[in-house]
């Protein structure tokens, strides 16, 4: 099959149930219709629920979906046509428990309400070297701040990036308590995380594989909130 253009894979994302692709930004002072009922307005069932934002092509999400059914997952990003990739996948696979949304990630209280969220994660974000103030990069200090309203108490924050600065200043952010850390994912230390966990971390996003095609290793923290 030929490749399909953005324009292409905007319509049929259009057509998928899987997809949601509200006005952008939240205007004024609105939520999205889903805050706070997301267990019952989008979900087969009340499950807790896990964010990938900055999803890109879905592939992470699609895995998480299908390795915990048990659980309930939403991908975000606000390139609609990335995210087709794995909104077309969670819909061959019949994965009723995983949608996509576009989002500015900015605006991330606008669609999840106080403790609705249990875990996220921020895979191989942006590093946004220019952004002093982490108004623009999704692993800063400030951005925790607003993820630590949408999650449950020790709801976790997941950070795997081939970034030094992301890392850097997320170490120096976001510690010193960390449940796991390392500068080198995909070496000898991930034998010792336990499963499911370590199966997760083995899997490798498409930006992920780029970068270690070129070499680069791949760092990961997460931390509780
Ligand atoms: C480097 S890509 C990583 C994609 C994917 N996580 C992966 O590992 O393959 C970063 C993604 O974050 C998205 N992104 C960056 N800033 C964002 C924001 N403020 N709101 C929503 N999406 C954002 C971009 O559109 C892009 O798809």
């Keep these: 099959?030929?490749?399909?253009?953005?324009?292409?894979?905007?319509?049929?994302?259009?057509?998928?149930?899987?997809v949601l692709e509200p006005q952008l930004p939240v205007p004024g002072d609105e939520c999205f219709e889903n805050r706070?009922?997301?267990?019952?307005?989008?979900?087969?069932?009340?499950?807790?629920?896990?964010?990938?934002l900055g999803c890109g092509k879905g592939t992470f999400s699609v895995e998480l979906a299908r390795s915990f059914p048990e659980r309930n997952f939403v991908g975000v990003d606000i390139k609609g046509h990335r995210f087709y990739t794995g909104a077309q996948?969670?819909?061959?696979?019949?994965?009723d428990n995983?949608?996509?949304?576009?989002?500015?990630?900015?605006?991330?209280?606008?669609?999840?309400g106080p403790g609705e969220v249990s875990e996220i994660w921020l895979t191989f974000s942006d590093p946004q070297p220019k952004d002093g103030k982490g108004t623009k990069r999704i692993t800063s200090g400030r951005f925790v701040e607003r993820y630590r309203k949408l999650c449950q108490p020790g709801g976790i924050v997941h950070i795997k990036t081939d970034s030094p600065l992301v890392y850097g200043l997320a170490l120096e952010e976001l510690g010193p308590n960390f449940l796991y850390?390392?500068?080198?994912?995909?070496?000898?230390?991930?034998?010792?995380?336990?499963?499911?966990?370590?199966?997760?971390?083995?899997?490798?996003?498409?930006y992920e594989k780029r970068w270690i095609a070129e070499g680069r290793k791949i760092a990961y923290l997460s931390l509780a909130l």
């Design 36 to 52: 706070g009922h997301w267990a019952t307005r989008c979900f087969a069932k009340d499950r807790p629920i896990t964010l990938e």
């Design 89 to 95: 996948q969670a819909e061959d696979l019949g994965l």
């Design 1 to 18: 099959m030929s490749r399909l253009s953005k324009r292409q894979k905007w319509v049929l994302n259009g057509q998928m149930e899987r």
């Design 98 to 112: 995983l949608v996509f949304l576009r989002a500015q990630i900015q605006q991330i209280e606008r669609y999840f």
């Design 181 to 206: 850390q390392t500068e080198d994912v995909h070496g000898p230390w991930l034998q010792t995380v336990p499963e499911p966990l370590r199966s997760l971390l083995a899997f490798q996003t498409p």
